[in-house]
């Protein structure tokens, strides 16, 4: 309910070409404790082939997945599972530039004209393009984020944090501040799940207030061409 009064609802409305809302689902599946490593990478896979900005998900959904394992296996369990996923979509885009000419590669993406324009598009409409992204759901990966931290429960802590920050990263080399910053939706939902089991009638109290008040707000994208009302 937190995130279906969010901007990943309201997507395909401001940009029915739009892809993302694919690969957050096979994100979100990547999320189930205990899934099978081979349907992990699959999945993983799937979701890069489907759009390549789902890399910037993955540190914080791969820390989640590893967090319990002991010293350096969970590093070793974790390149295990996303490094076939990157050899196969590598492979796949050397063939399609064999193909086919592709204006969107890295050279394009890494170009220091591009990253200098979207820092000068993007980051002036930051604050409103982050808010509109879930609005007042950003309110519980942040109070997660804080109450690990206080109870020094840091492997939550710095899921939370990757969850939140890297996907940030993509804004050096892309726009629309708001459809990039739903990458950060694993948050909202691991963030929920740890404060329902700390604190449940809090939590459902605040969610209920959350999904209440989303409900009235307007649904904005905010990109290089600023605030764009869709609801």
């Not at 809302?21 to 205990?34: D, F, R």
């Not at 990157?86 to 064999?98: A, C, E, K, Q, T």
């Amino acid at each position: 309910m937190l995130l279906s009064f969010s901007f990943p609802l309201f997507l395909n409305l401001a940009g029915p070409g739009y892809v993302d809302s694919m690969s957050w689902l096979l994100i979100l599946i990547c999320l189930i404790p205990g899934l099978n490593r081979y349907l992990f990478s699959f999945l993983l896979l799937l979701s890069l082939l489907n759009q390549e900005s789902s890399v910037f998900a993955f540190p914080g959904i791969l820390y989640w997945r590893h967090r319990n394992d002991e010293g350096s296996a969970g590093i070793i369990k974790a390149l295990k599972e996303f490094l076939p996923s990157l050899l196969v979509y590598s492979i796949f885009r050397m063939y399609l530039s064999y193909q086919a000419p592709i204006k969107y590669d890295w050279d394009y993406y890494l170009n220091a004209n591009n990253i200098s324009g979207n820092i000068h598009s993007n980051f002036p409409n930051l604050l409103k393009g982050t808010f509109f992204a879930f609005r007042l759901a950003w309110i519980i990966p942040v109070w997660a984020l804080i109450q690990s931290a206080i109870r020094k429960q840091y492997k939550i802590t710095i899921a939370l944090v990757l969850m939140l920050l890297v996907p940030f990263f993509q804004l050096f080399i892309a726009y629309d501040i708001s459809r990039l910053l739903c990458l950060c939706f694993p948050a909202v939902l691991v963030g929920f799940d740890y404060l329902f089991k700390e604190k449940p009638r809090q939590t459902v109290i605040v969610c209920i207030i959350i999904i209440l008040v989303n409900l009235i707000l307007p649904v904005c994208i905010v990109g290089k061409d600023g605030l764009m009302r869709i609801v």
